[in-house]
């Protein structure tokens, strides 16, 4: 059984985005800061698919919760 956590990339990668350092910076600058009052997995900018994705594993508090918490506090201006 594999227990380590995802990588900040890998998320990217599920969630298909650019995943290489430039893309997320760029995709980080593009969407930030996100509005306190908007959910992470509600902000307009997620397809369907993705907003889905993000929306279960948080749910789920799965293994990839803690990278989607990450992805939060960045959109968000914040560090985790």
């Known amino acids: 059984m ?3 956590t995802p ?3 890998a998320l990217f ?3 298909g985005l650019a995943d290489d350092p430039a893309g997320i910076a ?3 600058r593009a969407h930030a800061p996100l509005d306190p009052a908007v ?5 307009p900018f997620w397809t369907p698919a993705q907003a889905s994705l ?6 789920e508090d ?6 989607v ?7 968000r201006g914040s560090t985790p």
Do not use: K
């Open 39 to 43: 959910r992470l997995e509600d902000a």
């Open 7 to 9: 990588r900040f990339t």
């Open 13 to 15: 990668s599920q969630l």
């Open 54 to 59: 993000l929306r279960e594993e948080l749910q």
């Open 26 to 28: 760029e995709f980080i």
């Open 62 to 67: 799965a293994e990839w919760a803690e990278v």
């Open 69 to 75: 918490d990450q992805l939060n506090a960045a959109l």
């Open 2 to 4: 594999d227990t380590t």
